[in-house]
Structure formats: C-alpha cells, structure tokens
C-alpha cells in the first residue's frame, strides 16, 4: 500500500499543478495550454486506470494527508465507487480537452479557458477522492465555482445571466450543505466520514438528523437539478461552450449530486426507507418531467438539457430501489448517459460550428455533408434512448429489473414509458438534424476539423461497447466493486477504521 | 452573554435593512455595518483569528460592493408587494425555523461543545506542530489539505474574473447566438 | 437559543436571495446568509468562559475553545468572499449589457 | 483625490503593508496568518489605487506582474505540499518543529502562510483590479 501511496493525492496535484503552470506561462507560449491540458488529463486518465487496477472490493485505500491519524487530519479515500467515477470523469474529460483544441479557436483566451477546465478537473477528482466531510465541500465549490465562470466564457448576454442565475443558486445549494455539516459538525465534534458514521450510529433517531438530511437533500438536489429545482439547468447547460456543456451534463452533476449524495446518505449518515421512497418518487418524477419538458425545444442544446434531467432520474430512481441489482444499474447508467451526453453535447458543439445555428427545425439533410458527426450522433442518441445494442439499453434494463424484482411494478412501468418517450424524442432529433433531404442552405458545410472528430469518434466507441462491461471477468473488476460501495452502506466505516 | 445577544439581535436588524433600504449604496454600508458586528463577536467567542480576517474581507468586499452600485443607483422598482411568491417564502421559513426550534435540544448545549477531535489539538497541537497558534497549526498543518483546497477557490475565482471580464467572448460572431 | 437567532439571521438572507428584484440586493442576501452560517459554526465550537486557542510562554491556559470551527470558518469565510467577487463581476457585466440591476427586465432565458 | 489625501496615503498606505507583512510573519505564533494578513495587503494596495488612480499604481506593477505573483504563490504553496509528499506524506510538515514560540518554528508553517500570503495579495489585488479597469468594456452590446 505504501509503494502507490502518492497515487491518491495526485489526482487532485496534477490537475492543479497543469492549472497554475497554464496561468503562469500559458499565455505566452502558444499552443501550451492546449498541451498542457491533454497532457495533464492524459495523466490523470493512466493514473484512474492505475487507481481501477489497484482497489479490490473488499477493502479501501486510505491516504492519510499529512501522516495524521485519521479522525486528526484529513483522509483520502479511494474504494470501488470511487475508482469507477474516476475512470468515468477523466475519461470524458480526456476527450473533451482533445475536441476543444479546435472548437475553442472560436472564443478568446484559451489559456484563460484550459486554466479552468483544469481548476474544475481537480474540484471533482477532489470530491470524488474526499474522505472528509468539509474538504468534500471544499472540492466541490473549486468545481462549483469553475463552472460558473466558464458557462460565463463567451460573454454575452444569454451566457452571463444563466451564469449569474447558475452561480446564486449553486451557492444558496452551497449554504444548504454547509449548515448541515456545520450541525453535523456539532452533532459528532468530527468531519471524518468513517468516523462521523460510527458516532452517528449511536443516536440515529435524532430530530436533528432528520433535519441534516432535509438540507443535504435539498443541497444537492439542486446541484444535480431534481426537478423542482432544475430551474437553472437548461438555461446554464446551453449557454456554456459544446466542451464545457459536455463536461457539466455529462460529469459535473454526477460528481457534485449524485456521487456527494449517495456517499453522505448510503454510507455516512445511512439510508432509511422514508429517504429511499422519497428519492423512488423523485427520481420518477424528474424522468418523465424532463423528457415531457425537452418535447418541447426547439434549441438543441436545451433539448440535450432537459434529457439530462430525465436521464438523472433513472438515476435517483435507481438509488431509491436500493437493492444490489438497482445499484449495478445506476452505476452502469451513470457510465452510459456520461459518455453519450457528453457525445451529443460535442455533437452539437460540432453542428454549431460546422452551421452556425442551433435551432432543429433549421437544419436537416445534413448527413451526406457530416458522415462523422451523424455516426457519432446516432450512437449516443441510441444509447439514450435505450435502444437494444447500445449501452444505455442494458442500464436501463438492469434499473426496470431491478424495480420488477423489488416489487415495485409501477415503476417499471413508468421507466418504460419514459423511455418510449425518450426515443421518440430522439428519433425525431435526428430526423430534424441528419436525415431528409439536404437544404440548399447547407451545401457548403464540412465536416467539422480532425480532433473534434478524433474525440468524437472515441466516445462513440466507448458508447457502443459499454454493453461488454456486463461480461463476467470485466464485470467484477469495474461495476460490482462500484456497486458494492453502495451497496455496504454503514459498513463503509468498519473498513476504514480497519486499513489504520 | 447578554453581549452576544445584543450583537446577534443588531445583525439581524442590519441584515433586515440591508435589504429593505430604499437607495443601494445604504444597503451596502448597512451590510458593512452586519459584517462589523460578525468581527466583534467573533472576538467575543474568542476567535482573534476570524476576527482579523472577517474585518478585511468585510473592508474588501464592502469596497468591491460600492464599486459596483456607484453611478449605477438607477430609481428603485417597485417591490412586488405581499405576492404569493412572498407568502411561499415567508411560510418555509416558518416551517424552516420551526424545524430548526424542535431539532437544536439534540446539539450539545451552548457552551459545551463534545471536543472529539479538537481535544486532541488543543493538548498535543504544541508538540506535534510547533505552532502556538492552534487555528494555524490547525488549518497549515492538521488540515492543510482544506487549505490548498480553499487557496485554489480564490485562484479560480481570479481565474473566473479575469474570463468574465475579457470584452470580447468570441472571435467571430455568427448566428449562433440568436 | 442563541443558535436559533443565528438561523432567524440565515432565513434573512436566504429570503433576501430569492425574494428580491435586484441583483445586487441578492448577492447581499448570499453574504448575510454566509455570515449567519460562519457565525453558527463559531458558536457550536464556543466553551463558556472560554479562552483564544492560542498558547503562550507563560504557562498553560486552561479552556480553550474549540480551534476546528475556527479553522473551518477561515476557509469558508474566504470561499464566501470568492463567490462574490465572482458574482459581483458577472452583475456588472449584466449591468454593462442591460443598463439595469433588475432581474425582471434581466430575463431573455425562459428557464 | 486631493493633496491631503495623497499625503496621508503614502504614510499610511506603508503602514498598513508592515502590518500585513508582520501578520504574515507572525501567523503561527498570534491572530492571523497567510489569509488575513494577504487581504490587508490586498488592502494597501487597494488604498493607494483608490488615493492615487490605476495608472499610478500600473505603472510600478503592472497587471501582468500581479498575475505572476499570483501564479508563483500558488505554485509554491503546491510545491510545499509536494516537499511533504517527498518526506513521506503529501502535506507532511517537512522541516523540524523547532523551538516554540520563536519566529522560526513551527516547521513548514512559516512557509505556508508565506506562500498563502503571496498568493491572496495577488488574488485579490487582480480581482479588484478587474473590476476597476470594467469600464473600457462598457458599452460593447
């Protein structure tokens, strides 16, 4: 354990370091922030990939910052969930700094921009790392803050308001979390979340805890936009550069939501079932919310938005059935809507730098001009919405099994229909955009350059085998241990407590 | 601790007219004045460190503040009356604060904190860290990992500044931005 | 008691966050909430009679409170200062686009 | 701004920078610390931009240099972190703890709070400096 023990810490040191060196010389050499940025996520892809390799499920790495026993200083944690996410977040963002080398030529200060994106890398390699209840707050508003700034790049209109709109209610969401580890603080007198949990334990019946758990709900429920506070999301996802809407549909809200809530709920605080049905009901509202709501766009990029708050529903949903088979699915799910996401953000991102517009009922015919782009399009459009060959069928399968298998049929029911809704939806986008005859308006578009279809093509890829993940031999190594993290609950503690 | 108090009920009566005010550049100073008596009663509870800092940012952020309400103090819109929107908010938080009255009992009362980990700093921090300023020892050392943490914030936030700021966003603009 | 003064000055801010129509009016609800915020953390570290946690030559000092609030706090006040800053630049670059502060005539976005 | 508050400004402009510095300085022994005493230097700055205009102050540090200033701080704030992680932990304290109570104690603590200092001087003194030089900006619909 000692020979890779600077492993843990590098996630967060490597972007940093890319990140001040980038402000330091970037701007005056000119192509080394984007050298910098590929270089520094390529890393950090070869070190998540190091970090899969290294955990087994039936024990936790803990790093120790400072060489402080554990309740003393802060730990770093990496067990299966955690390996997972990482693999899953530089991943992405490998292909999203590849693809913003060209797409970025259209906006100023690219330096200014992979600065960042890098800063943002490390608030979530941070979270998902975090052992320590504050330092996960800390990690998280890097990336909060991150992201508010860059869904404010281009400066214009549209862009600073659903910033400014993004960025108040980001931090109202922060203020939430923060009150309830400062009561959780006064609770347990400690920030560790091993040991939080033991001292939990002791009086899980206290009003107090109910109240904590209302705030980290409602904290973040509105980082991940559950429905009745998505108001902010199809306005700051849109408005954000294709890279950087990419990056904050497709991982952002996982790292920030998802993962943060069912860290705190599974494994610290523990689930109880008032919070699972809660969640069941959430998760199936925001699905078919979202899909109804994304019905009716006519910007793509909105439309792409709006799924996202579907696609997280499956989710929630997932999380809220609680059983080890729900957790397999939400697990692989979360793999497939990042990976096609952020697939069809770039692919927008393409369309609008190839047309110039956004609008669906503008453009059409434009296979025959962008073979790439609609290949790619396709594959992750499928993958969405569930169709049998790509990924995102098999994750949304294993959550309707899972729904059957815990009894809960309405559920299955309501998942199904919202993925009839979901291809409906999508089919027509892509009748809209590709399919049809060709405009005359468009017959001297081209293919958009080499490295966004390099990247594009690479998400596509992963998109279409992420079915293989279910093989048994690839399946224990990357799913069950991520699963399993969820699914020991409290146990989470003991086995902390038992590495030191 | 009638002080505290005091101070608490006086914040909140300047936090109340930092947002009802008629004219901005009133609110702001008002909100100065809130931030003034957070720095004195951190020095009540004994917290010099916090009270240093609070009376910078204060100065700074007040500063930050006037910069952006001077010249730009246009007529005041009227407020939006007793809406429903109002009544919905003033409601949470009555059943926020409600909330908040029946859950406090399970904190440790006032003045008695459980020192878990604290404990630990206070009686060894000297020893295992050479500082005498335990909140140093604590946010340098124990827990510097925060620390880098929260230096980064303020480098991002520069960072988001200076993005926000540039005058132009794009090289070129096409239609895309309808 | 003192704790529950500390949120009434939290729901303050928060309803100063999303009541009201002026942009700046809203950052100044985020700072309140984020002092009442700080403040509760401080108060739930506080020991009656207690002393600075900071040692001299002299000779031990007995009841000294708790320094893990203070050094939290510390990082939370500066992360506070960083958001506004960072809204404040995006209010007045609004302010540059729209002439205004008001968030209804602000609203080009259907959300 | 006139005579007197010019003249006033340099004086206590000074003052106010000793007294960061000294704070800087002294973290780990009184109140304060890298953050603290980085805004109060922040703040003298501030005050001489205010008393003497931008350009004055421009033109002894220009805003590159601040930018610099800001990325060297948080580098080697990264690089003590990185030192640690050399000696065994990432943000282990590297040098010895020294005698207590004395200006050079503490370890790497000292170092810190000077590498932090450094870092939110720049930070803060960029951001105002930002928000000061908004106006060429105005305008651009």
Not at chain 1, 87 to 96: G, R, Y
Not at chain 1, 285 to 293: D, E, K, R, T
Not at chain 4, 64 to 93: Q, R
């Amino acid at each position: 354990m000692s020979g890779n023990s600077l492993l843990i810490p590098c996630f967060v040191a490597v972007p940093l370091a890319g990140a001040f060196l980038n402000s330091l010389v970037g701007r005056r050499v000119r192509a080394l922030p984007e050298f910098l940025g590929a270089l520094a996520a390529f890393i950090l892809v070869g070190l998540s990939l190091m970090a899969l390799q290294s955990v087994r499920a039936d024990s936790v790495w803990v790093y120790q910052v400072g060489g402080w026993k554990l309740p003393l200083g802060i730990s770093l944690v990496l067990d299966g969930l955690t390996a997972f996410m990482l693999v899953t977040v530089n991943a992405v963002a490998f292909a999203i700094v590849v693809y913003a080398r060209d797409y970025m030529e259209r906006y100023t200060s690219k330096d200014l921009f992979y600065t960042l994106l890098l800063l943002m890398l490390a608030g979530m390699n941070g979270v998902l790392i975090a052992g320590d209840l504050f330092n996960l707050f800390v990690f998280l508003e890097i990336a909060a803050v991150a992201s508010y700034a860059l869904v404010a790049f281009g400066t214009e209109r549209h862009e600073l308001e659903a910033a400014f709109k993004y960025g108040v209610m980001g931090s109202v969401a922060s203020l939430f979390i923060l009150l309830g580890i400062a009561l959780l603080y006064g609770m347990t007198s400690t920030l560790n979340l091993a040991d939080m949990s033991q001292s939990l334990a002791g009086h899980s019946e206290a009003d107090l805890l109910l109240m904590v758990s209302a705030l980290f709900l409602m904290g973040f429920g509105l980082k991940t936009a559950l429905v009745p506070f998505h108001a902010w999301l199809p306005d700051a996802h849109p408005s954000a550069p294709a890279p950087i809407s990419a990056m904050l549909s497709g991982v952002l809200i996982k790292c920030l939501g998802i993962y943060a809530l069912s860290r705190i709920f599974f494994n610290v605080i523990g689930m109880s079932p008032r919070v699972l049905t809660l969640l069941m009901y959430w998760g199936a509202l925001s699905m078919m919310a979202g899909v109804i709501l994304a019905m009716g766009q006519r910007d793509l990029k909105r439309l792409l938005a709006y799924s996202t708050i579907s696609q997280v529903g499956y989710v929630v949903l997932g999380l809220g059935l609680g059983t080890p088979l729900g957790f397999l699915g939400v697990v692989l799910h979360l793999f497939n809507h990042s990976i096609a996401k952020a697939l069809l953000f770039l692919v927008s991102g393409a369309l609008e730098y190839a047309t110039g517009t956004r609008d669906l009922h503008n453009m059409g015919g434009l296979r025959s001009r962008m073979p790439v782009t609609h290949t790619a399009s396709f594959v992750a459009a499928m993958s969405i919405a569930g169709m049998p060959p790509f990924g995102g069928f098999w994750s949304k399968l294993l959550i309707i099994m899972a729904a059957v298998e815990a009894g809960h049929l309405g559920f299955a029911v309501w998942a199904v229909i919202v993925s009839v809704l979901t291809l409906a939806l999508f089919a027509g986008v892509m009748k809209n955009i590709f399919w049809g005859e060709p405009g005359l308006r468009w017959q001297g578009v081209r293919e958009v350059p080499g490295c966004m279809q390099a990247s594009m093509l690479a998400l596509a890829l992963f998109s279409l085998l992420s079915g293989t993940l279910l093989v048994p031999g690839i399946r224990e190594k990357f799913l069950l241990q991520a699963s399993a993290a969820l699914a020991q609950g409290t146990n989470y503690a003991h086995m902390i407590m038992s590495q030191i | 601790m009638v002080e505290l108090y005091i101070l608490l009920i006086l914040m909140i009566i300047g936090a109340v007219g930092a947002l009802e005010m008629k004219d901005l550049l009133s609110s702001v100073v008002a909100l100065g004045a809130v931030g003034l008596g957070l720095s004195f009663t951190f020095l009540v509870l004994k917290a010099p460190d916090l009270a240093i800092t609070q009376l910078a940012v204060e100065i700074l952020s007040v500063i930050i503040l006037i910069r952006a309400t001077l010249h730009k103090d246009l007529p005041e819109v009227p407020a939006r009356g007793w809406s429903g929107g109002t009544a919905a908010g003033l409601g949470f938080a009555v059943v926020f604060l409600g909330v908040a009255f029946l859950c406090i009992p399970d904190l440790p009362p006032f003045g008695e904190p459980l020192l878990k980990v604290a404990g630990h700093y206070l009686e060894a921090g000297l020893k295992e860290t050479g500082a005498a300023n335990l909140v140093t020892s604590v946010i340098l050392d124990y827990r510097a990992f925060d620390t880098l943490g929260e230096a980064t914030v303020l480098f991002t936030v520069v960072m988001g500044v200076l993005a926000v700021m540039r005058a132009v966003g794009r090289k070129e603009r096409g239609k895309a931005d309808e | 008691m003192i704790y529950f003064l500390c949120l009434v000055l939290l729901c303050v801010g928060i309803y100063g966050v999303l009541r009201k129509r002026n942009i700046i009016r809203m950052i100044l609800g985020l700072i309140i909430a984020e002092h009442a915020i700080n403040l509760l953390f401080v108060l739930i570290g506080y020991r009656l009679n207690g002393r600075a946690p900071i040692l001299s030559p002299d000779g031990p000092i007995l009841q000294m409170v708790d320094p893990l609030p203070q050094a939290l706090v510390l990082t939370a006040i500066v992360i506070g200062l960083a958001t506004t800053a960072l809204l404040v630049a995006l209010a007045m670059r609004l302010h540059g686009k729209y002439g205004t502060y008001d968030v209804a005539r602000i609203r080009e976005l259907k959300g | 701004m006139s005579l007197i508050v010019k003249t006033v400004t340099r004086l206590t402009a000074w003052l106010i920078l000793l007294y960061g510095i000294n704070i800087i300085l002294h973290g780990h022994l009184t109140p304060g610390g890298g953050f603290a005493g980085g805004v109060i230097i922040a703040l003298s700055f501030i005050h001489l931009t205010l008393a003497y205009g931008k350009d004055a102050v421009l033109r002894q540090l220009s805003k590159e240099a601040v930018h610099v200033w800001e990325s060297v701080g948080a580098l080697a704030f990264l690089a003590i972190a990185l030192f640690g992680g050399a000696a065994g932990y990432f943000f282990a304290n590297f040098l010895p703890a020294g005698e207590p109570f004395n200006l050079f104690s503490a370890g790497s603590i000292p170092l810190s709070n000077i590498a932090i200092g450094i870092k939110v001087w720049a930070g803060l003194f960029s951001i105002f400096l930002a928000l000061v030089l908004l106006r060429i900006n105005r305008g651009d619909k």
